[in-house]
């Protein structure tokens, strides 16, 4: 059973920069694709980045590419989101999923990953 924990959010100006931390547990990690999602309210969850099982590829959805770079930790088993010039529309919860097995940008779709943490809520405003 793989565990995700959150952390990083908060409120932030526009144009401003934040980092997201997923903490990850559990047996076999390196079997995992893990990535990080969002949902704004009344959106659906949208893929934002992920690497697939065993960080052979990384991939990024349309959602903040080129505004975000994501970088894992492997001794510490966390997964970071690095986000820049943030915008009111990039307000949502952010949430970091892994999924077992997942060798593809299937890691960007979340109906393919099978564990999720509980998010982070991210809110750009003035």
């Known amino acids: 059973q793989v565990q995700l924990v959150e952390s990083g959010g908060g409120l932030v100006q526009p144009g401003g920069s934040l980092r997201l931390s997923c903490a990850a547990s559990g047996p076999n990690l390196e079997y995992y694709a893990i990535g990080w999602f969002r949902q704004a309210p009344g959106k659906e969850r949208e893929a934002i980045s992920c690497?697939?099982?065993?960080?052979?590829?990384?991939y990024y959805a349309n959602a903040l590419k080129g505004r975000v770079t994501i970088s894992r930790d492997r001794s510490k088993n966390t997964v970071m989101l690095q986000m820049n010039n943030l915008k009111p529309e990039d307000t949502a919860v952010y949430y970091c999923a892994a999924a077992y097995n997942v060798f593809s940008d299937y890691c960007l779709r979340p109906n393919y990953m099978g564990y999720w943490g509980k998010g982070t809520l991210v809110t750009v405003s003035s």
């Open positions: 690497f697939s099982t065993q960080g052979t590829s990384t």
